[in-house]
């Protein structure tokens, strides 16, 4: 899954404290990058934490944080764990459902971007019956792996169809902000 940097942008937006689940650390490299409930990630190292923080860090712990700028990049900094929702299951499929607290990260990938990686023409993709926006997908990030869901009857493969993902990716954005 890639990384949305946190920008310019995102600092000047955002309020003083801000939220988001920590979305790769390595305790050994001592540092890492949160996953920001503006969409974005921001790096983070263990320098500007206490080592008690430190080790109870680990992918999928939800923080608050404050974003400074350091010569010219972002960093969170002030980082405090917050406590996850308990329990709780979100439903994508009949027969497919994630632990709210398992999920770390997720982003809608639009029909532009998977028609370079499959290395076919818009006008082949029509040829054979489909439209760009059937190539839209969305990918979310667990603690221990990733899942791609499509909309129905794309011809990418996926570990579920779902009739419209673009709903349901503003649904995992409304749980993302509720779990603070």
Known sequence: MQRKAFTKEDYENSKQRLYGRVSDYTYMKGYGFIYTELGSDIFFSSYDMDKKLQSKLKLGTTVSFIPEERDGKFVAT???????????????????????????????????????????????LVDHGYSIEDLGYLAIRTKDD?????????????????????????????LFLKLY
Do not use: H, W
């Open 146 to 174: 990733e899942y791609r869901f499509t909309r129905k009857g794309s011809p990418i493969k996926a570990d579920g169809q779902i009739d419209d993902i673009e709903a349901v990716y503003v649904q995992l954005k409304e």
């Open 78 to 124: 002030s980082i405090e764990i917050k406590k996850d929702m308990a329990g709780g299951k979100f439903q994508f499929t009949d027969s497919f459902a994630l632990s709210y607290n398992s999920i770390v990260k997720f982003c809608l990938v639009p029909g532009s971007k998977s028609i370079k990686e499959m290395d076919i023409s818009e006008q082949e």
